[in-house]
């Protein structure tokens, strides 16, 4: 399959993770185009958290490396580290800081200088419906509230890639049309978003690009049409990637329903 030949933002180059018996990540070999919406997309388990991980330097490969705008992640930390920005699963924030000083803090903490990180902090409040509780403590804040502020963090210095793990997991679809209104703002101006996924239907309306993720390894990748082919959907054509079978029927589950009570 020909993919074209866009500058790639990221290289991945023989990926391993390997946890006790379990190997997470086995053996994945990846180039993610620049200036790109891409998903990663994969079944629960399928090794996109540990992928994502390991590409932006926050969990240590067992082997293989990781290359963003020509630099090695772990090879030289500071310099990637300052390119991208992150949202990882599960993200952990100064919980007793409020929502501007939280963006306070993380811009200062990237070197930016104060007059410019409190102009930009006022933006991104702003933009993503936060100004109104921008000095109540994180730690009120709601599932899409708390997204909004961690994307707001990792939007703050400018980064060339922004990395997104689920972002829309648990948020409620007014904080999910502002988040994506600024992602699709973001791409516009020639920046890069790598996010992960499982719900087809939001990948295929947001992303020009995919890699679908089974088992700890790739199985498929590039633009989106060339993923669906000749699929009704991106949804059935990940079906098939990843080998999904239909539940048995028959005796199965005889007893679940009104007749059986």
């Known amino acids: 399959m020909e993919h074209g030949r866009a500058p790639a933002a990221v290289r991945i180059e023989g990926l391993w993770k390997q946890f006790g018996q379990q190997a997470a990540v086995a053996g994945v070999d990846l180039e993610l185009p620049a200036g790109q919406f891409i998903g990663l997309v994969g079944p629960n388990g399928a090794g996109k958290t540990t992928t994502l991980s390991m590409v932006t330097g926050l969990l240590r490969p067992d082997s293989g490396r990781v290359e963003i705008g020509g630099h090695d992640v772990w090879s030289d930390p500071v310099a990637v580290k300052s390119r991208i920005g ?9 919980e007793r800081l409020s929502g501007r000083e939280l963006l306070s803090y993380t811009g200062r903490l990237r070197g930016l200088p104060g007059d ?37 963090a990792a939007l703050l210095h400018n980064p060339e890639i922004l990395f997104l793990d689920e972002p829309f997991e648990g948020v409620d679809p007014v904080s999910a049309q502002t988040i994506r209104g600024v992602l699709e703002r973001y791409t516009a101006s020639g920046a ?19 890699a679908v993720m089974a088992a700890g390894r790739i199985r498929a990748y590039g633009p989106v049409a060339d993923v669906r082919g000749t699929a009704a959907s991106l949804q059935a054509a990940f079906l098939e990637l990843v080998g999904a079978q239909r539940t048995a029927s028959g005796d199965s589950l005889d007893w679940l329903g009104g007749d059986a009570r």
């Open 116 to 152: 410019e990180v409190d102009r930009r902090a006022t933006q991104l409040l702003d933009v993503l419906d936060l100004a109104g509780a921008q000095h109540k403590l994180v730690v009120d804040y709601s599932t899409g509230m708390r997204k909004k502020i961690g994307l707001a």
């Open 192 to 210: 890069t978003v790598v996010f992960s996924s499982h719900v087809m239907e939001l990948v295929e309306s947001l992303c020009s690009w995919v």
């Open 86 to 94: 992150v949202l990882p699963e599960g993200l952990r924030l100064f």
